[in-house]
């Protein structure tokens, strides 16, 4: 029992360093303007455009009233637009606008410098066991490898 609690408090302890060292706790991510779930949709909606609300629900555990008020926001702020399916009219396409694809863009080069700046000062070999334990976890905690932010 006493190692569970260590492992625990071991993993959330991690977490709050990783979280604050990216800056996810931030009101707004990486200088957008958009909170961090905000920010997740945007890239969700990037990768696999055109997609469905409930897709996004799924793949990010995002309650649906939730999502339906961010979707709503992001399609008021001209970053999203939504159109009825051609094969089925009870479904809504949603897509990013030429603005959403500039932020889709903003925050996938903005994720990537912020990777940058935490491993310049890493040796190749130190990089290479970080990237090799992050693989590990995600292995086996079971998590998408494309996930960012």
């Known amino acids: 029992m006493n190692n569970n609690k260590q492992l625990i408090t071991t993993i959330r302890q991690f977490n709050r360093f990783y979280a604050n060292i990216l800056g996810l706790l931030d009101q707004h991510v990486l200088n957008t303007g958009y909170s961090l779930t905000e920010a997740r949709i945007i890239l969700e909606i990037g990768f696999i455009q055109p997609c469905i609300a409930n897709q996004l629900v799924d793949k990010l555990t995002i309650d649906r009233s939730y999502m339906s008020r961010i979707i709503t926001k992001l399609s008021n702020d001209g970053i999203l637009s939504k159109e009825t399916s051609t094969t089925d009219n009870r479904i809504s396409l949603i897509h990013l606008t030429s603005k959403g694809m500039t932020l889709f863009n903003q925050l996938n080069e903005r994720s990537d410098e912020q990777i940058m700046k935490l491993l310049h000062d890493l040796s190749q070999e130190e990089i290479a066991e970080i990237h090799n334990a992050m693989l590990l976890i995600q292995r ?10």
């Not at 086996?140 to 932010?149: E, F, M, R, S, V």
Request: aromatic share 0%; hydrophobic share 30%.
């Open 140 to 149: 086996k905690l079971g998590g998408d490898l494309h996930d960012t932010i």
